[in-house]
T-cell receptor, first 114, second 114 residues
Framework: GAVVSQHPSWVICKSGTSVKIECRSL??????MFWYRQFPKQSLMLMAT?????????EQGVEKDKFLINHASLTLSTLTVTSAHPEDSSFYIC??????????FGPGTRLTVL | AQSVTQLGSHVSVSEGALVLLRCNYS??????LFWYVQYPNQGLQLLLK??????LVKGINGFEAEFKKSETSFHLTKPSAHMSDAAEYFC????????????FGTGTRLTIIP
């Protein structure tokens, strides 16, 4: 079946540094990818919609200058957490799908900011 | 706007017993409905989905769900629970005419009692 990968699977960084997370669709092209954030024992909250070749669409309350999204190709979207702080520590998950009724989720990236 | 309500943040059932996880939705248009399962520190895996057609949908691992428009429900069931079913389950809804964006419920943690 279709697979979505994320890299890295976990990352620890110091406060004030930036962290880049990659999301790749391995066997299909995705003009749209989604980035979610999940706090411990909570549901997924959509952060933004990543659009290939254009600007991402951010959900209300999500700082676009802090969470930079780049969708440079039909198989790759990146999320960069800029000037990370401890409150940015979370589980970040991306999804992509070959059609409107099928979304595949990546395995997630656990970010810990010290 | 769409929303999903999952009744019961925690459900415990004995091994071999019926599993019933409840999901109610709100949508201004006929929705697409999904159930996902998440194991610890992993991404989400699609269990089943309803788009159109038959209202009783069968998924992986013996799970099924029935779309009841009159009750705006999409409850997930499995006749006989297995220890490996212990996980977090999320119900989600999307707008077929929208941009594939999923709205998730708050999740239900299923515990299986030996």
């Amino acid at each position: 079946g279709a697979v979505v990968s994320q890299h890295p699977s976990w990352v620890i960084c110091k406060s004030g540094t930036s962290v880049k997370i990659e999301c790749r669709s391995l066997d299909f092209q995705a003009t749209t990818m989604f980035w979610y954030r999940q706090f411990p024992k909570q549901s997924l909250m959509l952060m933004a919609t990543s659009n290939e070749g254009s600007k991402a669409t951010y959900e209300q309350g999500v700082e676009k200058d802090k969470f930079l999204i780049n969708h440079a190709s039909l198989t790759l979207s990146t999320l960069t957490v800029t000037s990370a702080h401890p409150e940015d520590s979370s589980f970040y998950i991306c999804s992509a799908g070959p059609s409107t009724d099928t979304q595949y989720f990546g395995p997630g990236t656990r970010l810990t900011v010290l | 706007a769409q929303s999903v309500t999952q009744l019961g943040s925690h459900v415990s059932v004995s091994e071999g017993a019926l599993v019933l996880l409840r999901c109610n939705y709100s949508s201004s248009v006929p929705p697409y409905l999904f159930w996902y399962v998440q194991y610890p520190n992993q991404g989400l895996q699609l269990l089943l989905k309803y788009t159109t057609g038959a209202t009783l949908v069968k998924g992986i691992n013996g799970f099924e769900a029935e779309f009841k428009k009159s009750e705006t429900s999409f409850h997930l069931t499995k006749p006989s629970a297995h220890m490996s079913d212990a996980a977090e389950y999320f119900c989600a809804v999307s707008d077929p005419l929208g941009n594939e964006k999923l709205t998730f419920g708050t999740g239900t943690r299923l515990t299986i009692i030996p």
